[in-house]
């Protein structure tokens, strides 16, 4: 320095600076180090910047004033500095030789000025509207020249003249223009021309936030302001960043996934391929076989193999993760590093701070620069932190979008094996529980390399305090590690256990809800209530052991730091007579240990939250590893031939490891024509169809299929959508081909009885439509789609008999809309045989028969055989009905005519037969117009299933809005719910857990006052004599602390988890005595989210909030005990600092919760689409609608996230807010010392100031929790709400019990009763009387809506009477408990619901009967044969919704449960829909024989079935039009006389 400045001008002069009291800094060192600081600075941040701006280039931004206003004081600035240069050379001329610094400052800050000015050019240029670079300088630019600026003043004032009247001038010249610059660069530019936010209707202000907004978060401030005046709104929410967007992110990540995946393809697996080909067959006579068939999945198959080869290589999700989103996370870390430096500045600061207070004589400004220095350092540690948190949880949240984007398009994809093997509920929760763990690991991710380096910087300057005595401290810390390294394994694998149990609840609760009616019906709830609580027992023990583990660890928590200070400082005094303990050493010391004591126990946390993460990836990875259907299995290329589908030798499995469900398939469909697939239940006629859709693995042979396709499945597939979006399925509303297709279907009348006709919102799976309905809907999606080939898999079942010839006539036959087309349809009405081009026969997963009607029966096989089994002659007389019967045989395989003739020994096999074909007869006639108005009578149903919707006379929700939308509570939580939670805990624990809280924080405080007299000891040199007390005392007051620590979480933890369990049991108690009317208005995914997120919340989440609420709570107010009681005029600031805390506290928690109840309301819709999407995806697939619902998908996420990221924001909003209040503390704390330091021994300001940096945690921390408390306690309300829901009539009245063999005779009596759906609503029956002796058969026919199936929901008490009674053998049913009414009645309902679990459980689900009684009832339910062929009998496991039955299969269950039970009155009503002739004709014989002396009652849709019952009871419009008997009605030329002559059974 002395060769730039010359001899002159010195670089540092200590009097003149530090040993004053009017301190200044020597010119050269203004001129060297002041100068050149900032220009350092832009230089070497601008090649990165530049660098940076070219690659993410906005667009330009037009020339505005204020920029022109920037540019020319830039250039003024490089005019100034070259002013200087060219004077110090004019002084040259003159003979005054000026030190070289004077050439070399001008010319550097001159270039530098011209960078910027450039740069200000170059960023406009590039569409950035607010720059942090050069604010950053100006500020620097600005700090550097206020010290010249005093300096040249006191200069001036010292002098009588200025010595230097240019360089004078020139400078204040300069500082102006700095400012002015200063001052325009806090100011935006507009946005980029042709930028998004210019279109966006609400954009998020942080793309148009300037520097200092975006470092403090201000731009949030808005919205915070907001939602305090009144609860925010969807509406409200700004729109997501284009880059946070699903758009953008997920490609991002599904391109890494597909390279990682192309390169592990790359190195093969030898020999695995044969294997994959040729599974070994197993005995697998029906998919029901194949389905049950050994599940160890394909993976299994694969880990064998590669044991023997090379280990494949597995595609790293991670990989792909840390490609697509590492490189935005590493400029969080980069801020992290920043701060973590950062932090080491405040312990040297308070260790300057407590040797000033000891010195006397120092100027005071010192003590003023260290306080603000201490401010301003926090201060700067604040925004730094914070930035990092949110380039952090951006981060988690784009992984979250990307992981559910991925986890979603997969979904749609993959195998029906792979299917198997996770269930929706299991990737579900891999969207949403494993999702989120990656979101949370990425806030804490950081920690993983950060928290070492904090501990090495914490002990080296221990070191250097201290000297080896931390050794001894740093052991103990070492020694804890494991302790809670242990911890942290062992709730992690109780976390996995938990999951599990988890898992198992959810799963089992959705059955139940799903099948909900059919538990009611049967009076099963108890056994299944028991189930869940048997599961919710293990969950509880579960969380009770890890509640134990955490009490551990929250005390090796608090106390570790403690029981480090101890151990040091007791090494350090003993260890050598010298060694003094001031209060120097100790308080800075106890700061660095309060640093220390962040990454200690973060590091445990992060390690057990990235095993978590790690075993999500897994579970992820191996998800997304899944196999996926094979796009071109089937050719779909649009090629003129005369075939539209062919298939050669074909060969098809289900999964590669079961046995193949098709064999050798050869079919050629000629173009335009119509083909029948038929054979008996379980003979592969729908896996035929899957086969063509490509659903199916293709093991051998060629598959083609020419053109667009349409598909209606045998189960429709209907969305939660109006019943218009249904149809068009994302085709373009064609009004004139829309009515076509409506009539066509037979849904026009439906329409004029839906609410709200075709805008008629449609519930989850289609509940509030009859089955029929449902299926018409499906008919009417693939006739809409105007699609090449049809593939219709068994559609006419769900139909009544005279729409489903209305529907063939109109839309599936030769004549109908689709007439032209390539249809194949699956079916099992013979009528429409004898019309259909050809048909193909399929027995046993091959095809055996194919050919024309006519052709198949001269060739003699199967179909002819059956044919001739019949002699037509003998049973029918009328003559117009013979010649309608050849076309009207039905297929039976051989052995079921031999069965018949077993079964039905009381009565002649002619008779039987006879019934049979009268039945089917009556499928036949009746000419279309007849038909077309049975379907407007009966097909109205929505009432057959669910009440229809109240239809209020002023419609004020919108029309036909089913499914009430989810409210979400606004405003504050009320106190009320606290209550309630305090209840649930027991209010005298509550109490005691506060208590102990606070005894904890007075241990605490009492060791640190201790510690502080034992400090002061150092200056009256009385250390020796009191070491053993000041030691023993202050072990006590730490051990103290420890104990109350553990036992007070070891309370709450207790109180938590019986609050948890009694919320839990009230819930499911009260859902499974809710009446089923609320079951029809609530979506059950609304329900379950009850169930699983707000019980976890609850179960979890909850315990742990309270448990940081009371810590940070009481850490606080110790602080502020402590600042005060040693610097007492404190006081002062503590009023208004609360007061902005408070304010802050409240704008910010109204906000939050606000958003995070949106954020919970829009994240339902993500999984409700998304299992709703996997239910229905070959539909999907086949109709190539694969794009579009992942764009509604995306949409759902993107609308989520849309909430969350306020939500994120809001946080960081209020951590730089609350933090500055904390550093404000610290500033006062500091200030007082300094100003009260003759009062004052060191030891107390020691004290004070180092509580006071410990404070800005808990502040932060305590809003937070307060917010998270308030947002968690939402769910104990919203659990509270449903489990306070209006309950049905009690299950059982002790003092009105019947007896056990009530009803003994079965009779039945309705007296004047009247019944409505729900309050408000329109009878649905009127004024019924009618009385039904023992043992009759009573059909119940009528027109849709007429309340047939009201009349048996009345029965059972699913509907309450409005007026009047029934009366079961004298029992006036509305008295006694609904579980003895209920379980002496028997149902056979007409959807067959299953539960996952076993046969034997499905039927008997309380174990009542023996096993000899449940084969008697599978025997006469002809089922015996099929159980016993498999290999767990009774125990085969039915999985979900008994999806590996068949559905006749199923339907025959149904009849088994009821043979079962055996009650004196059975309620059918029938369940012809999805089961062949044949499977109902079994039914109904088996009810003839078993149920002979029990009086029936039938809903009939085939008339047929109910022409030999002992009454028939006509209802119209609710009321009794006719009862007698089925010759006297017909004779009476009624009603009944119109539907009998209608289905052709008379004249």
């Given at each position: 320095?002395?060769?730039?400045?010359?001899?002159?001008?010195p670089?540092?002069?200590?009097?003149?600076?530090?040993?004053?009291?009017?301190?200044?800094?020597?010119?050269?060192?203004?001129l060297?180090?002041?100068s050149?600081?900032?220009?350092?600075?832009?230089?070497?941040?601008?090649?990165?910047?530049?660098?940076?701006?070219?690659?993410?280039?906005?667009?330009y931004?037009?020339?505005?004033?204020?920029?022109?206003?920037?540019?020319?004081?830039?250039l003024?600035?490089?005019?100034?500095?070259?002013v200087?240069l060219?004077?110090t050379?004019?002084?040259?001329?003159?003979?005054?030789?000026?030190?070289?610094?004077?050439?070399?400052?001008?010319l550097?800050v001159?270039?530098?000025?011209?960078?910027?000015?450039?740069?200000?050019?170059?960023?406009?240029?590039?569409?950035?509207?607010?720059?942090?670079?050069?604010?950053i300088?100006?500020?620097?630019?600005?700090?550097?020249?206020?010290?010249?600026f005093?300096?040249?003043?006191?200069?001036?004032?010292?002098?009588?003249?200025?010595?230097?009247?240019?360089?004078?001038?020139?400078?204040?010249?300069?500082f102006s223009?700095?400012v002015?610059?200063?001052?325009l660069?806090?100011?935006?530019?507009?946005?980029?021309?042709?930028?998004?936010?210019?279109?966006?209707?609400?954009?998020?202000?942080?793309?148009?936030?300037?520097?200092?907004?975006?470092?403090?978060?201000?731009?949030?401030?808005?919205?915070?302001?907001?939602?305090?005046?009144?609860?925010?709104?969807?509406?409200?929410?700004?729109?997501?960043?284009?880059?946070d967007s699903s758009l953008?992110v997920?490609?991002?990540?599904?391109?890494e996934w597909?390279?990682?995946?192309?390169?592990?393809?790359?190195e093969?697996?030898?020999?695995?391929q044969?294997?994959?080909?040729?599974?070994?067959?197993?005995g697998?006579?029906n998919?029901?076989?194949?389905?049950?068939?050994?599940?160890?999945?394909?993976?299994?198959?694969?880990?064998?193999?590669?044991?023997?080869?090379?280990?494949?290589?597995?595609?790293?999700?991670?990989?792909?993760?840390?490609?697509?989103?590492?490189?935005?996370?590493?400029?969080?870390?980069?801020?992290?590093l920043l701060?973590?430096?950062?932090?080491?500045?405040?312990?040297?600061?308070?260790?300057?701070?407590?040797?000033?207070?000891?010195?006397k004589?120092?100027?005071?400004?010192?003590g003023?620069?260290?306080?603000?220095?201490?401010?301003f350092t926090?201060?700067?540690?604040?925004?730094?932190?914070?930035?990092?948190?949110?380039?952090?949880?951006?981060?988690?949240?784009?992984?979250?979008t990307?992981?559910i984007?991925?986890?979603?398009?997969?979904?749609?994809?993959?195998?029906n094996?792979a299917?198997r093997?996770?269930?929706?509920?299991?990737?579900?929760?891999?969207?949403?529980?494993d999702?989120?763990?990656?979101?949370?690991?990425?806030?804490?991710?950081?920690?993983?390399?950060?928290?070492?380096l904090?501990?090495?910087?914490?002990?080296?300057?221990?070191w250097q305090?201290?000297?080896?005595?931390?050794?001894?401290?740093?052991?103990?810390?070492?020694?804890?590690?494991p302790?809670?390294?242990a911890?942290a394994m062992?709730?992690?694998?109780?976390?996995?256990?938990?999951?599990?149990?988890k898992?198992?609840?959810?799963?089992?609760?959705s059955?139940?809800?799903?099948?909900?009616?059919?538990?009611?019906?049967y009076?099963?709830?108890?056994?299944?209530?028991?189930?869940?609580?048997?599961?919710?027992?293990k969950?509880?023990?579960?969380l009770?052991?890890?509640?134990?583990?955490?009490?551990?660890?929250?005390?090796?928590w608090?106390?570790?730091?403690f029981?480090?200070a101890?151990?040091?400082?007791?090494?350090?005094?003993?260890?050598?007579e010298?060694?003094?303990?001031d209060?120097?050493?100790?308080f800075?010391?106890?700061?660095?240990f309060n640093i220390?004591?962040?990454?200690l126990?973060?590091?445990?946390?992060?390690?057990?939250?990235?095993?978590?993460?790690?075993?999500?990836?897994?579970?992820?990875?191996?998800?997304?590893?899944?196999?996926?259907l094979?796009?071109?299995?089937v050719?779909?290329?649009?090629?003129?031939?005369?075939?539209?589908?062919?298939?050669v030798?074909?060969k098809?499995?289900?999964?590669?490891?079961?046995?193949?469900?098709?064999?050798?398939?050869?079919?050629?469909?000629?173009q335009g024509?119509?083909?029948a697939?038929?054979?008996?239940?379980?003979?592969?006629?729908?896996?035929l169809?899957?086969?063509?859709?490509?659903?199916?693995?293709?093991?051998?042979?060629d598959?083609a299929?020419?053109?667009?396709v349409?598909?209606?499945?045998?189960?429709?597939?209907?969305q939660?959508?109006?019943?218009?979006?249904?149809?068009?399925?994302?085709k373009?509303?064609?009004?004139?081909?829309?009515?076509?297709v409506?009539?066509?279907?037979?849904l026009?009348?439906?329409?004029?009885?839906?609410?709200?006709g075709?805008?008629?919102?449609?519930?989850?799976?289609?509940?509030n439509?009859?089955?029929?309905?449902r299926?018409?809907?499906?008919?009417?999606r693939?006739?809409y789609?105007?699609?090449?080939?049809?593939?219709?898999?068994d559609?006419?079942?769900?139909?009544?008999?005279?729409?489903?010839?209305?529907?063939?006539?109109?839309?599936?036959?030769?004549?109908?809309?689709?007439?032209?087309?390539?249809r194949?349809?699956?079916?099992?009405?013979?009528s429409?045989?004898?019309q259909?081009?050809?048909?193909?026969?399929?027995?046993?997963?091959?095809?055996?028969?194919?050919?024309?009607?006519?052709?198949?029966?001269?060739?003699?096989?199967?179909?002819?055989?059956?044919?001739?089994?019949?002699?037509?002659?003998?049973?029918?007389?009328?003559?117009?009905?013979?010649?309608?019967?050849?076309?009207?045989?039905?297929?039976?395989?051989?052995?079921?005519?031999?069965?018949h003739?077993?079964?039905?020994?009381?009565?002649?096999?002619v008779n039987?037969?006879?019934?049979?074909?009268?039945?089917?007869?009556s499928?036949?006639?009746?000419?279309?117009?007849?038909?077309?108005?049975?379907?407007?009578?009966?097909?109205?149903?929505t009432?057959?299933?669910?009440?229809e919707?109240?239809?209020?006379?002023?419609?004020?929700?919108?029309?036909?809005?089913?499914?009430?939308?989810?409210?979400?509570?606004?405003?504050?939580?009320?106190?009320?719910?606290?209550?309630?939670?305090?209840?649930?805990?027991?209010?005298?624990?509550?109490?005691?857990?506060?208590?102990?809280y606070?005894?904890?924080?007075?241990?605490?405080?009492g060791?640190?006052?201790?510690?502080?007299?034992?400090?002061?000891?150092?200056l009256?040199?009385?250390?020796?004599?009191r070491?053993?007390?000041?030691?023993?005392v202050?072990?006590?007051?730490?051990?103290?602390?420890?104990?109350?620590?553990m036992?007070?979480?070891?309370?709450?933890?207790?109180?938590?988890?019986?609050?948890?369990?009694?919320?839990?049991?009230?819930?499911?108690d009260?859902?499974?005595?809710?009446?089923?009317?609320?079951?029809?208005?609530?979506?059950?995914?609304?329900?379950?989210?009850?169930?699983?997120?707000d019980?976890?919340?609850?179960?979890?989440a909850?315990?742990?909030?309270?448990?940081?609420?009371?810590?940070?709570?009481f850490?606080?107010?110790?602080?502020?005990?402590v600042?005060?009681?040693?610097?007492?005029?404190f006081a002062?600031?503590?009023?208004p600092?609360?007061?902005?805390?408070?304010f802050?506290?409240?704008?910010?928690v109204?906000?939050?919760?606000?958003l995070?109840?949106?954020?919970?309301?829009?994240?339902?819709?993500?999984?409700s689409?998304?299992?709703?999407?996997?239910?229905?995806?070959?539909?999907?697939?086949?109709?190539?609608?694969?794009?579009?619902?992942?764009l509604?998908?995306?949409m759902r996420?993107?609308?989520?996230?849309?909430s969350?990221?306020?939500?994120?924001?809001?946080?960081?909003?209020?951590?730089v807010?609350?933090?500055?209040?904390?550093?404000?503390?610290?500033?006062?704390?500091?200030?007082f010392?300094?100003?009260?330091k003759?009062?004052?021994?060191?030891?107390?300001?020691g004290?004070?100031?180092?509580?006071?940096?410990?404070?800005?945690m808990?502040?932060?921390?305590?809003?937070r929790?307060?917010?998270?408390?308030?947002?968690?306690?939402?769910?104990?309300?919203?659990?509270k709400?449903?489990?306070?829901?209006?309950?049905?009539a009690?299950?059982?009245?002790?003092?009105?019990?019947?007896?056990?063999?009530?009803?003994?005779?079965?009779?039945?009596?309705?007296?004047?009763?009247?019944?409505?759906?729900?309050?408000?609503?329109?009878?649905?029956?009127?004024?019924?009387?009618?009385?039904?002796?023992?043992?009759?058969?009573?059909?119940?026919?009528?027109?849709?809506?007429?309340?047939?199936s009201?009349?048996?929901?009345?029965?059972?008490?699913?509907l309450?009477?409005?007026?009047?009674?029934?009366?079961?053998?004298?029992v006036?049913?509305?008295?006694?408990?609904?579980?003895d009414?209920?379980?002496?009645?028997?149902?056979?309902?007409q959807?067959?619901?299953l539960?996952?679990?076993?046969?034997?459980?499905?039927?008997?689900?309380?174990?009542?009967?023996?096993?000899?009684?449940?084969?008697?009832?599978?025997?006469?339910?002809?089922?015996?044969?099929?159980?016993s062929?498999?290999?767990?009998s009774?125990?085969?496991e039915?999985?979900e919704?008994?999806e590996?039955?068949?559905?006749?299969?199923?339907?025959?269950?149904?009849?088994a449960?009821?043979?079962l039970?055996?009650?004196r009155?059975?309620?059918?009503?029938?369940?012809?829909?999805?089961?062949?002739?044949?499977?109902?004709?079994?039914?109904q014989?088996?009810?003839?024989?078993?149920?002979?002396?029990?009086?029936?009652?039938?809903?009939?849709?085939?008339?047929?079935?109910?022409?030999?019952?002992?009454?028939?009871?006509?209802?119209?419009?609710?009321?009794?039009?006719?009862?007698?008997?089925?010759?006297?009605?017909?004779?009476?030329?009624?009603?009944?006389?119109g539907?009998?002559?209608?289905?052709?059974?008379?004249?």
């Open positions: 320095m002395e060769r730039l400045c010359g001899p002159e001008l670089f540092w002069v200590a009097n003149q600076t530090i040993h004053t009291d009017r301190p200044d800094l020597p010119v050269c060192f203004q060297s180090v002041l050149w600081l900032p220009c350092i600075y832009l230089w070497a941040v601008s090649p990165v910047y530049l660098f940076f701006l070219h690659r993410n280039n906005k667009g931004i037009m020339m505005s004033i204020m920029n022109r206003f920037k540019t020319v004081f830039g003024a600035l490089w005019i100034v500095s070259w200087d060219f004077y050379f004019h002084e040259l001329q003159q003979g005054h030789t000026q030190a070289p610094i004077y050439f070399v400052t001008p550097v001159g270039m530098t000025m011209l960078l910027a000015t450039f740069l200000i050019q170059f960023e406009r240029l590039h569409g950035v509207q607010s720059s942090g670079v050069l604010f300088f100006w500020f620097l630019s600005l700090l550097c020249a206020i010290v010249p005093r300096s040249k003043i006191l200069q001036a004032s010292s002098q009588s003249e200025v010595a230097d009247k240019l360089r004078f001038a020139t400078f204040y010249f300069y223009l700095v002015f610059e200063l001052i660069c806090c100011f935006n530019e507009k946005p980029p021309l042709f930028s998004s936010t210019v279109t966006d209707p609400n954009p998020c202000p942080e793309s148009t936030a300037g520097f200092l907004s975006t470092m403090t978060f201000w731009w949030f401030t808005s919205m915070a302001v907001k939602g305090y005046k009144m609860p925010l709104e969807a509406k409200d929410l700004w729109s997501l960043n284009k880059r953008l997920v490609p991002q990540l599904l391109r597909e390279k990682e995946q192309a390169k592990a393809t790359r093969p697996i030898p020999s695995s044969a294997v994959y080909s040729k599974p070994p067959p197993e697998a006579n998919h029901v076989g194949g389905f049950a068939a050994d599940e160890s999945g394909p993976e299994e198959v694969e880990v064998l193999l590669s044991k023997q080869n090379a280990a494949p290589r597995q595609p790293s999700f991670l990989w792909a993760l840390v490609k697509a989103f590492g490189p935005y996370f590493l400029i969080g870390s980069a801020y992290k701060q973590d430096l950062i932090t080491f500045v405040n312990p040297q600061l308070l260790r300057l701070l407590i040797s000033f207070t000891e010195q004589g120092v100027p005071e400004w010192w003023y620069a260290l306080a603000f220095l201490m401010f926090a201060f700067l540690q604040t925004l730094i932190l914070h930035q990092h948190f949110q380039y952090c949880f951006v981060t988690g949240m784009r992984l979250r990307a992981i984007g991925a986890i979603y398009r997969k979904s749609l994809i993959i195998t094996a299917k093997s996770s269930t929706v509920g299991e990737i579900v929760n891999l969207m949403s529980v999702a989120q763990r990656f979101m949370d690991l990425t806030t804490f991710l950081n920690m993983l390399w950060s928290a070492p904090q501990i090495i910087l914490a002990l080296y300057f221990l305090n201290l000297g080896p005595s931390v050794l001894a401290g740093v052991a103990v810390m070492v020694l804890l590690i302790l809670n390294a911890i062992k709730t992690r694998a109780y976390q996995v256990e938990q999951m599990q149990y898992d198992a609840r959810i799963k089992l609760m059955e139940i809800l799903n099948g909900i009616k059919v538990l009611k019906l009076a099963w709830e108890n056994s299944f209530k028991e189930k869940v609580l048997a599961i919710r027992q969950e509880l023990d579960v009770r052991k890890t509640a134990y583990l955490g009490a551990l660890s929250t005390m090796a608090t106390s570790a730091p029981l480090v101890l151990t040091t400082f007791a090494v350090y005094v003993t260890v050598d010298n060694n003094v303990l209060a120097e050493r100790a800075v010391s106890l700061s660095l220390l004591r962040f990454p126990n973060m590091l445990p946390q992060v390690i057990s939250s990235i095993v978590q993460a790690s075993v999500s990836l897994k579970r992820i990875q191996h998800f997304l590893s899944h196999d996926e094979n796009p071109d299995s050719e779909r290329k649009n090629i003129s031939s005369d075939y539209s589908v062919t298939v030798n074909g098809f499995t289900w999964g590669k490891e079961d046995s193949p469900a098709l064999h050798n398939i050869n079919l050629m469909v000629s024509s119509l083909v697939v038929v054979g008996h239940v379980g003979s592969g006629k729908s896996s169809i899957a086969a063509l859709l490509g659903e199916m693995e293709k093991l051998e042979g598959v299929v020419r053109g667009s349409a598909y209606v499945p045998q189960q429709a597939w209907i939660n959508a109006t019943l218009r979006d249904n149809i068009l399925f994302g373009p509303f064609n009004e004139q081909r829309y009515r076509c409506l009539e066509a279907c037979a026009t009348p439906d329409l004029e009885v839906l609410p709200g075709d805008t008629t919102e449609i519930g989850e799976k289609g509940i439509l009859s089955g029929g309905q299926q018409r809907v499906s008919l009417a693939a006739l789609s105007e699609a090449d080939v049809y593939l219709l898999d559609p006419l079942s769900a139909v009544d008999a005279n729409v489903a010839k209305h529907i063939f006539d109109n839309l599936i036959g030769p004549q109908g809309a689709l007439g032209g087309k390539t194949i349809l699956v079916t099992h009405g013979i429409f045989l004898p259909v081009d050809n048909i193909v026969v399929v027995v046993e997963g091959r095809v055996t028969e194919m050919g024309s009607y006519q052709e198949l029966l001269k060739q003699n096989g199967a179909f002819a055989e059956f044919l001739r089994n019949y002699s037509i002659e003998d049973i029918i007389e009328e003559d117009e009905a013979t010649e309608d019967l050849i076309e009207d045989e039905e297929l039976f395989p051989e052995d079921a005519l031999s069965n003739a077993d079964m039905v020994d009381n009565e002649p096999v039987e037969t006879k019934r049979q074909f009268i039945r089917q007869i499928v036949i006639s009746g000419d279309s117009e007849a038909a077309r108005l049975r379907s407007v009578r009966r097909h109205v149903c009432q057959r299933k669910h009440p919707p109240p239809l209020e006379k002023k419609q004020p929700a919108g029309p036909g809005k089913l499914i009430q939308t989810e409210t979400s509570e606004t405003g504050r939580v009320k106190m009320k719910v606290f209550l309630e939670y305090a209840k649930a805990v027991g209010l005298l624990l509550s109490v005691i857990i506060c208590f102990l606070g005894c904890q924080s007075a241990a605490a405080i060791a640190n006052i201790w510690l502080s007299q034992w400090t002061n000891d150092a009256q040199n009385q250390t020796q004599e070491l053993n007390i000041r030691v023993g202050y072990a006590a007051l730490g051990i103290a602390q420890g104990v109350l620590v036992i007070s979480s070891f309370t709450l933890a207790m109180g938590n988890i019986g609050a948890a369990r009694k919320l839990h049991a009230n819930l499911l009260n859902k499974f005595r809710t009446p089923q009317s609320f079951f029809d208005t609530t979506p059950i995914g609304r329900v379950i989210n009850r169930f699983s997120k019980i976890y919340v609850i179960d979890e909850l315990p742990s909030t309270v448990l940081m609420f009371l810590g940070t709570f850490t606080s107010l110790s602080t502020m005990i600042i005060v009681s040693s610097t007492p005029v002062v600031v503590i009023a600092l609360a007061f902005i805390y408070i802050v506290q409240r704008f910010y109204a906000t939050s919760r606000q995070k109840r949106l954020e919970s309301v829009s994240r339902s819709p993500i999984y689409h998304f299992s709703e999407t996997v239910t229905g995806s070959s539909s999907i697939r086949a109709y190539n609608r694969h794009s579009a619902f992942v509604m998908s995306d996420v993107d609308d989520n996230q849309k969350y990221y306020p939500g994120i924001v809001s946080n960081r909003w209020l951590g807010r609350i933090e500055f209040i904390g550093n404000c503390i610290v500033l006062f704390a500091a200030l010392a300094v100003i009260g003759d009062r004052l021994n060191p030891g107390l300001v004290l004070s100031v180092s509580y006071a940096l410990l404070v800005t808990s502040l932060n921390w305590m809003v929790m307060t917010s998270d408390l308030e947002s968690n306690i939402v769910a104990v309300e919203r659990v709400e449903y489990s306070e829901t209006k309950t049905e009690p299950w059982e009245v002790e003092d009105k019990k019947p007896d056990s063999d009530w009803p003994s005779q079965g009779n039945v009596e309705f007296q004047d009763y009247s019944v409505r759906y729900r309050e408000g609503l329109d009878l649905v029956l009127r004024n019924l009387t009618l009385s039904v002796k023992g043992g009759e058969k009573i059909g119940i026919v009528g027109r849709t809506g007429a309340g047939k009201s009349m048996t929901l009345c029965l059972f008490r699913l309450e009477a409005a007026s009047g009674d029934i009366t079961i053998d004298g006036k049913i509305s008295e006694i408990g609904l579980h009414l209920r379980s002496k009645l028997t149902i056979i309902p959807e067959p619901v539960f996952s679990g076993s046969l034997r459980m499905n039927l008997d689900p309380f174990g009542r009967y023996s096993d000899e009684e449940v084969w008697k009832a599978l025997e006469h339910s002809h089922l015996r044969k099929f159980v062929n498999q290999p767990a009774l125990e085969l039915c999985s919704g008994g590996n039955l068949s559905v006749g299969q199923r339907q025959l269950l149904c009849l449960r009821a043979l039970r055996k009650t009155i059975l309620i059918l009503d029938e369940a012809t829909a999805a089961i062949d002739l044949e499977t109902d004709d079994l039914i014989s088996t009810i003839r024989t078993q149920f002979e002396d029990c009086t029936v009652f039938t809903i009939a849709h085939r008339l047929n079935t109910i022409m030999d019952y002992t009454r028939v009871l006509v209802l119209d419009k609710g009321q009794i039009a006719e009862f007698d008997t089925p010759s006297n009605l017909i004779s009476q030329r009624g009603i009944f006389y539907m009998v002559k209608d289905a052709g059974l008379a004249q």
